[in-house]
């Protein structure tokens, strides 16, 4: 199995930024595509951005330029850098992998954007 681990959630004023780790480790040849999802209070699960092995990238339209994914293979580690952050940022992100669709799911963790 492939197993995640997040790390770097909590509690930022607006206006700054935050980077969030995910180590991946197990069958890490299974892992083709690595993303990041949210899901706000209220709201439904939302997609934030997706790196595969090939380098290529994908955002959500209203967070590109702000929000970056990115990889250090030789930690097995993904990152997602937010930038910016806005309250509207706030939710809980999960850390996602799998082979091509998301197989392998984190536990979250809450990112809170207040004043």
């Known amino acids: 199995q492939v197993q995640l681990v997040e790390s770097g959630g909590g509690l930022v004023q607006p206006g700054e930024s935050l980077r969030l780790s995910c180590v991946i480790s197990g069958n890490i040849l299974r892992v083709n595509v690595m993303g990041w999802f949210r899901q706000a209070p209220g709201k439904q699960r939302e997609f934030v951005a997706m790196l595969r092995t090939d380098r290529s990238e994908n955002y959500a339209d209203s967070l590109k330029g702000r929000f970056t994914i990115s990889r250090d293979t030789a930690k097995n580690t993904v990152y997602l850098q937010m930038n910016s952050l806005e309250f509207d940022d706030t939710g809980v992100y999960y850390c996602?992998?799998?082979?091509?669709?998301?197989?392998?799911w984190g536990t979250g963790t809450l990112v809170t954007v207040s004043s």
């Open positions: 996602a992998a799998g082979n091509y669709g998301m197989d392998y």
